[in-house]
């Protein structure tokens, strides 16, 4: 399948909706996938890294899952601070449907799977976990990152997964220059060839 599927907002492959097996959160679970979203047929590795590695969202009110896809981090977020609103959100209204499905299924009222635009503009977010679409391009992930992570609360947390084939340490870097003295940006575990990044917006005074 052609990557621009994924990033398409309706996708021209036929869905074939189908159920998979996944372990989120600890526990094995049920979930619908289709053609026309990212790793459709499993769990992909480097969501894995990122969901094996992040701590618990203690206290966590407002949420964000920055590319959903059929929605492991929306769903891993939900069950692990489920007082939490999280918002799932992608340009691939196919992967909404399926991440809508899926917090049906699993009895997560809490998440929200809606498009980019339908996020209230002056909601800030508590933590961010995010696998970004990394092959946008980087002019695209660059303007993307920066619309999404200034949004972090006082105190707030984001942690990203990237390739380290696919540039994590140079966006590392450049996220640190750009987002600095606000937002601190640092690698803090690599595993599988993937790197986790961590971003932490200091308590303003």
């Not at 992608?90 to 809490?110: K, Q």
């Not at 933590?127 to 993307?144: C, E, M, Q, S, Y």
């Not at 340490?169 to 600095?180: G, I, M, P, Q």
Request: net charge neutral; with cysteine; hydrophobic share 45%.
């Amino acid at each position: 399948m052609a990557q621009e599927h994924y990033f398409a907002a309706q996708p021209s492959v036929a869905p074939q909706w189908h159920d998979i097996d996944v372990e989120l959160a600890g526990r094995e679970r049920t979930v619908t996938t289709a053609r026309g979203i990212f790793s459709s047929d499993a769990l992909d590795r480097a969501t894995r890294v990122l969901l094996d590695r992040v701590p618990d969202p203690a206290g966590c009110r407002e949420a964000l899952d920055l590319g959903c896809g059929w929605g492991p981090i929306a769903l891993s977020l939900a069950l692990r601070a489920p007082d939490a609103r999280v918002w799932a959100v992608d340009v691939n209204e196919r992967a909404l449907e399926a991440t809508a499905r899926n917090a049906r299924r699993l009895d997560l009222p809490g998440v929200h799977a809606v498009a980019p635009d339908a996020v209230p503009a002056g909601l800030r977010f508590d933590v961010i976990w995010a696998n970004p679409p990394i092959r946008i391009g980087k002019p695209a992930l660059h303007a993307l990152l920066l619309d999404w992570l200034p949004r972090l609360a006082d105190d707030g947390e984001a942690w990203l997964v990237v390739a380290k084939q696919l540039g994590a340490d140079s966006l590392t870097r450049w996220l640190a220059e750009r987002l600095a003295p606000e937002i601190t940006v640092e690698r803090v575990d690599t595993a599988h060839g993937f790197r986790v990044l961590h971003a932490h917006r200091h308590a303003r005074r």
